[in-house]
Nanobody, 115 residues
Framework: QVQLVESGGGSVQSGGSLRLSCASS????????MSWYRQAPGKQRELVAT???????SYVDSVKGRFTISRDNAKNTVYLQINNLKPEDTAVYYC?????????WGQGTQVTVSS
């Protein structure tokens, strides 16, 4: 079992920044894939960014250049730095972890961007 707890969401104006955190109950060194997803009202959940245990990183095209995913294995935490926020970034952001064949989700943190 892996418990994931997100934090760092909030309400910001367009152009602002936030850093989301995802604290894991399991050592992140042992987690093969950790990702951030988001779900906007009335839309499907979408993958935003992924980081693997080997350090490979990928982003959805719409956030490239503005979002940065990173992990601190000493703190068992994955971060999502979000810069130049836009109203269309408004969503609940979820942390995801995959350990072999099991998947785990956090409870989500709300990000609201006003223009």
């Amino acid at each position: 079992q892996v418990q994931l707890v997100e934090s760092g969401g909030g309400s910001v104006q367009s152009g602002g920044s936030l850093r989301l955190s995802c604290a894991s109950s399991r050592s992140t060194i042992t987690i093969g894939v950790m990702s951030w997803y988001r779900q906007a009202p009335g839309k499907q959940r979408e993958l935003v960014a992924t980081i693997t245990s080997g350090g490979a990183i990928s982003y959805v095209d719409s956030v490239k250049g503005r979002f940065t995913i990173s992990r601190d294995n000493a703190k068992n935490t994955v971060y999502l730095q979000i810069n130049n926020l836009k109203p269309e970034d408004t969503a609940v952001y979820y942390c995801y972890a995959r350990v072999i064949f099991s998947a785990y989700w956090g409870q989500g943190t709300q990000v609201t961007v006003s223009s």
